[in-house]
Structures are given as structure tokens and as C-alpha cells.
């Protein structure tokens, strides 16, 4: 992932933009630029094209003309999403001339550089606030690479995240059906140490927070980074990190599982980095190999990715993980490290099957320890 770097607009640059684009509005041949969004990756907060923005939600477009004489210019306009759900220039987008100029590039970024601040709000509580987190930025589609000649078609604009997403999840036993209410902890960025509120309205009762790239969670071994709030509960629980050094690039998203211990929750970072992939989930771990509908598990990767599909991807987008048919290789020995990972499934989760190779059913997994590791909560 590769860090961006924010450009401001110069006032007088809008003001040459509006004076150049002036075409002859009466002519059939007259075609204006619209834009179609995507939202790349499924890693954010929204990940639904039609559902990230709203009509008149405004994006700034930033385009490169190349004349027929072989002349650029540098063009700024604003872009306003219709009920059409796609994005039309306001008050005029660019007009394409009648010559043979065409778009050679196009940038476009939400929120507008004028509706920006230095960075995403630390407090997050209100969902408002917590959207207006999710910067994006975009441009052409792999198929306008060679630029944009004139036309009467939404062009696809592909957007992707320019944050960080931190998912906070309780994890362990006796939390099943437990939400977080509130979540406060402490990140380092280019200012410092600084206090972060998370937003904790989502059905699922995980906490969540957007965070600009570079943002680290830096602790010694069992430092007190924050405090949660259980709802239904009156106390709060301080959040303990083992020794930790982590920074968050762009783009990503981070699970971060909070495990009762007490009255303080350790804290693990497991799943670090979501980014698209071909079947629509793309996580940096393994998925189980699948021949005719089984699934195999040979790795610890693919048994830990097991476990998060199950619990996170049920929505039907891809595969309803938590019906399939499961075989664990015999040869399966997890490393201690991998035991620790793993985040065990809810057995009233589960509705498919979980056989060794023989085909008996399974409920543990070695661990080079010499212990096992349940793979379904007792």
C-alpha cells in the first residue's frame, strides 16, 4: 500500500476551469462527462456502491485534457451524486469540445479537499462523525487506461479507502451475544499519544474506528491502552495489550479481539490487512481449498480463516461458510501460536460438517504442545 499525498486546489486554478469549458450547449453532438462510482474493496465501512453515497453527496474531480494539438490542461470541477446514482457535474461538468481532444487521466476524491480536515475526527461515537471518517479516492477502471474519449456513458470512477479501519470484537467464553457500548483507547500518530473514541452502534456489538495511515498501537508488556463499557453493565473494563508495535497502513483493516480476563480485557491484534479480492472477501490469510464442494483445511492459516468467515461473512455475498462441508487433513498439528488465534465458532453457529479424512466428525485439533484446541465453543 502506498501512501497518498493530499494536493490543495489553488482558488485562481477553479476559477481557470469554470472560464474554460464553455461549449456550444445547443449542439446534438454536445456530450458532457458523468461518472459512475465503484467502491473498491470490501474492507471498509460501507461496502455497497449504492449505499456509500448519498444523494448529493459531492466528490471533487480532477482531470488531465489532452488538445489535439497536443496541449494539457489541468481541470478542477465538482461532482454531485443524483438519484440516478450516478455522479453529474454541478453546477456544469466538463463538456467534451468538438475535436479530437479527449481525457488522457482523472482523479476524484470524497470528501472535497474544502470539506476536509487535517485528519479524521478523533471522536468517533457519532455515526455521522464515523462515516464522514471514510476518506476515499479513486480514478479510471482498468478499462480507460488509455484515457476517455467523448461520450454519452457513465464513465466507472473505482474508489478506494485511503483509512484505516480498526474492528473491535469480544471473543473468549461467556461473551457470546455481549455488545460493546463504549471504547476508548489510546494510538500514537504525528501528534503524539491521543485518546480515540470508537463507534459501537453496529448490530453485530463489535466497536469500530477509522484512523489515518501511519496511526500505531505502541504499549509495553501489559500496559492499560483504554477502557470498554459492556452494555447492560455499570463498570468499566481497562483494555491490557501485550508488548505491541504496530503501525496501520493505508487501505487496511485490522481486527483487534478484546478477551475478558478479570476486569481488564487483553487485547490481540489477529487479522491484520483486508484488501479485494476475486471472490469478493480477500483476507492475508488462507481460505480452505475447495474440490467439488469440500472444503480442505491443511494449515493453521486456513483453519483460522475458517473461523472468521463463519462468524463475519454469513450474508450469503459468497459462500454461507457456516453450512459447508469441512475436511481437516490428518496430517493438522497447530503451532501454540496458531492455538492462540484461533477464535473458537459458536456450535449453534454451525449447520454443516467437520470430518477428518476417514470421515469422522471433528471437534479438536492437535497442538504441537501436546494439548488440543476445541473447534466449536462447548
Known sequence: MKRTIYLSAAACLAFFVQGCNTEDAASDSVKELTLF????????????????FK??????????????????????????????????????????PLDDSYIQSLEARWPRTADRSDRPKTDQRELEDFLAADWISGGL???????IMPTDTPVPLVFSRENVLLDFELVGQ??????????LIELQNTSGSEAYW??????????????????RILSDENYLIGRIR??????????????????????????????????????????SGFAEAEEGIGIPFQTPSET?????????????????????????????????????????????????????????????TMQNESGADMTTVRVSDGTTLQIFEQ
Open 37 to 52: 462510482p465503484v467502491v473498491n474493496e470490501l474492507n471498509g465501512t460501507r461496502a455497497v456502491d449504492d449505499e456509500f
Open 55 to 96: 444523494t448529493g453527496s459531492q466528490i471533487e474531480v480532477n482531470l488531465v485534457k489532452l488538445a489535439s494539438d497536443g496541449a494539457t490542461s489541468n481541470l478542477i470541477y465538482t461532482y454531485e451524486y443524483t438519484v440516478d446514482r450516478i455522479f453529474k457535474g454541478t453546477p456544469s461538468g466538463y463538456i467534451f
Open 141 to 147: 477502471s482498468s478499462s480507460q487506461v488509455n484515457g
Open 174 to 183: 461467556n461473551t457470546t451475544g455481549l455488545d460493546i457500548e463504549s471504547l
Open 198 to 215: 470508537a463507534y459501537c452502534g453496529n448490530e453485530n456489538g463489535h466497536a469500530e474506528l477509522i484512523v489515518e495511515p501511519g496511526s
Open 230 to 271: 459492556i452494555a447492560g453493565q455499570s463498570i468499566d473494563y481497562t483494555i491490557i495489550f501485550p508488548e505491541t508495535d504496530i503501525t496501520f497502513e493505508k487501505g487496511y483493516r485490522y481486527l483487534i479481539t478484546l478477551t475478558p480476563q478479570g476486569y481488564f480485557m487483553m487485547a490481540y491484534i489477529y487479522i
Open 292 to 352: 467439488d464442494g469440500i472444503f480442505r483445511i491443511e494449515t493453521g492459516a486456513q483453519l483460522i480463516t475458517m473461523s472468521y468467515l463463519m462468524r463475519h461473512y454469513n450474508d450469503g455475498t459468497t459462500y454461507v461458510w457456516s453450512t459447508q462441508d469441512y475436511v481437516i487433513s490428518d496430517t493438522l498439528v497447530l503451532s501454540p501460536e496458531e492455538a492462540a488465534k484461533y477464535i473458537v465458532i459458536p456450535a449453534t453457529l454451525f449447520d454443516g
